[in-house]
């Protein structure tokens, strides 16, 4: 048979053609969109790409050309692959900034085996180009290139990217534009949408080789973007302070020499902070238990299977519009928890580092109050390096499985048992001379699910037994009975003991059940999920047996947990500092997404269409929507150098 030669424009027409195929592919199985101006940019790059091969694997023998060009298009198939993974697993897109948590990769490296099994037509689809091409190697010849022609590749790769660059101005002052993400914004998952996963995969490797410092820019107008309320005369009665502390930035910002620190003193110094309110230190005393509980959803609130669970987010403070939104995973959810920061691109290794200074640090502000400090994780206690960061955050008794807890219970079963854990570290505190403050995070409702796969399902199998759903979301609910009755044990424990309207009960889940699709999470919802932001509802739970209903419609997220904790309990800190708001105060709402995506008071904004939808139904005002891209644009730059310049050891070090 006759050898096809690829040479010259050949090399160059084949490789586009298979990078088209590519990025189509990618988009049909992941549900981007395919027709809109950013696959002009698509186009434009892959053209780029296919010079750039087409120059590099024309220069050898026909041997190394070979090896080149195919080694060139196994990557390019792995790219796409991996982001095909990814996305399927967690909801959103592999970065760099994602390698700090390789001990999870590496923990649940069978689940990513079974990821690549049940995706496996995809996997096969955007390597059918590596497989054609390894079927007919030995037709396959690349020749060396001519010293001219290969000129003419130089002079090609040059005017097309001066045209890339030049149309990143067609309507380049929109909000998110491709001129913005491309010069100013670090957003991986809106730089996929736009430039495609090759371009977006290059710009996320030069940002993490190079650095990327975000432009901040402080509004200079304020605009309400609050609920209009009916008792404001009523609030106006009562002068209340703010939760600060008396931090002179004007000094600060004099004798900084670092650019961007100065900045962030600049900035914190614009910031007004929380007013205290009718609920500061409204706990005052009181013994906190805290939980951050695995895949916790408000589709596992169910008052025929999950009745205490049901109880406690209907009763004690009733939050309607609380949100966990899923960023890097559990790690990700507990960093926004613990810190009242969102977890940005960068904020992973010195999280997990534990060297930085906390001065908000849970357990050290509680044990400032006179406070016993205990912490508990019913898995092994190194995963995600938590023994480190929760040491930093002032916890110096932490146990879990491997350093302790597993004399006490089960420690060999996957997932372990919150039920255990709860029965075998509840009389460390409960006798405390001193209030007592307890952290709890939970696995049993840890993915992935199935009955033949986690052992907490397959305890309560039969209790979901008369439930008409597939068995992964009814593998799930039957994991959180267990969560469900491990906070009933609690409680009976509390009582028993006398100590339960002394004690708040506060929950937060660290991400939705991503181990479930859309389709199978909408299966048990009570209404119809988007896969950006309703999918991430939630339910804060913060309970006092003792307190009347306080219903709470503001907007909240993860990142409010701490800083509202902390005002009810009259805790001093600097409310500034701490990017989430007490959701108890007059701050106006906002949850802050991976994607920059947001939901406020007035309603939600879609980062990769650009569209606002109002709470009310009204259309939405681009001074507004502007004004709050600004505002979380800065939330999410601060939250980050937060972490990376340890900044709070710069205000508060001394």
């Not at 004099?254 to 914190?268: A, P, Q």
């Not at 009763?315 to 960023?327: A, C, D, E, V, W």
């Not at 939970?442 to 037994?465: C, E, I, Q």
């Not at 600004?630 to 937060?642: C, D, E």
Request: proline share 2%; net charge negative; glycine share 6%.
């Amino acid at each position: 048979m006759k050898k096809y030669k690829l040479k010259r424009y050949n090399v160059l027409l084949f490789t586009f053609i298979i990078l088209m195929f590519l990025e189509l592919s990618f988009r049909i199985l992941t549900g981007l969109k395919i027709g809109n101006i950013s696959f002009l940019y698509v186009f434009l790059y892959n053209i780029f790409v296919s010079l750039l091969i087409s120059f590099i694997v024309t220069w050898g023998n026909k041997v190394f050309n070979k090896v080149l060009y195919y080694v060139s298009i196994f990557l390019i198939s792995f790219i796409y692959a991996l982001q095909l993974c990814v996305y399927k697993m967690f909801g959103f897109y592999f970065d760099w900034s994602l390698l700090g948590a390789t001990d999870q990769v590496a923990s649940f490296a069978g689940d990513g085996l079974k990821l690549i099994l049940e995706n496996l037509l995809g996997v096969i689809v955007l390597f059918l180009p590596f497989i054609l091409l390894l079927i007919f190697i030995k037709r396959v010849i690349i020749n060396k290139s001519e010293i001219k022609v290969n000129i003419i590749k130089l002079i090609g790769l040059v005017i097309v990217y001066l045209v890339f660059i030049g149309s990143l101005y067609i309507n380049s002052k929109g909000i998110n534009s491709a001129k913005e993400l491309y010069f100013d914004v670090n957003n991986n998952e809106l730089n996929i949408g736009k430039f495609g996963v090759l371009n977006a995969f290059r710009i996320d490797v030069k940002r993490s080789v190079f650095g990327f410092d975000v432009k901040i820019d402080i509004p200079d107008d304020h605009i309400d973007s609050s609920s209009d309320d009916e008792d404001d005369d009523e609030v106006e009665e009562v002068v209340y302070e703010y939760n600060n502390l008396d931090i002179d930035f004007d000094s600060l910002i004099v004798s900084e020499t670092d650019s961007k620190v100065k900045m962030m003193h600049e900035y914190f110094k614009n910031e007004s902070g929380t007013l205290q309110n009718e609920y500061t230190k409204y706990f005052e005393g009181k013994n906190l238990i805290l939980f951050m509980a695995e895949s916790f959803n408000e589709i596992a609130v169910r008052e025929d299977i999950t009745p205490t669970l049901y109880k406690l987010v209907n009763s004690g403070f009733k939050f309607n519009n609380f949100y966990t939104p899923t960023i890097s995973s559990t790690i990700g959810g507990e960093f926004q928890e613990l810190t009242g920061l969102v977890a940005a691109s960068g904020f992973l290794s010195p999280w997990k580092s534990g060297k930085n200074y906390y001065p908000f640090g849970l357990a050290t502000v509680f044990q400032d109050k006179g406070y016993n400090t205990y912490a508990y994780h019913d898995h092994t206690y190194t995963f995600q390096s938590r023994h480190k960061y929760l040491a930093a955050l002032g916890f110096d008794n932490y146990l879990g499985c491997r350093n302790g807890l597993e004399d006490r219970i089960n420690c060999n079963q996957w997932p372990e048992s919150d039920v255990e854990m709860i029965e075998a570290t509840f009389a460390d505190y409960a006798n405390s001379e001193e209030p007592f403050m307890v952290y709890y995070v939970t696995v049993s409702g840890h993915g992935d699910y199935g009955f033949n796969y986690s052992a907490m399902a397959r305890k309560h199998k039969d209790d979901v037994a008369g439930l008409d759903y597939s068995e992964k979301p009814l593998s799930y609910l039957a994991a959180q009975i267990e969560l469900d009755q491990a906070l009933e044990l609690l409680i009976d424990k509390l009582d028993e003991e006398g100590i339960l309207e002394d004690t708040v009960i506060a929950l937060v889940g660290d991400h939705y059940p991503y181990y479930l699709s859309l389709d199978e999470v909408n299966e048990i919802s009570s209404y119809e999920k988007d896969n950006v932001v309703e999918i991430n509802r939630s339910n804060f739970i913060l309970w006092n047996s003792a307190m009347d209903t306080v219903e709470v419609d503001k907007v909240g997220s993860q990142i409010d947990v701490l800083p509202t904790i902390y005002n009810l309990f009259g805790i001093s800190y600097d409310s500034r500092l701490i990017i989430g708001k007490d959701i108890l105060s007059t701050e106006p709402g906002l949850a802050i997404f991976g994607n920059s995506s947001w939901v406020s008071d007035k309603g939600t904004y879609y980062a990769s269409s650009g569209e606002f939808v109002s709470r009310d139904g009204s259309v939405g005002d681009n001074d507004y929507i502007k004004y709050m891209n600004s505002v979380v644009s800065n939330k999410i730059t601060m939250s980050k150098y937060i972490m990376t310049e340890d900044y709070y050891k710069k205000v508060l070090g001394g």
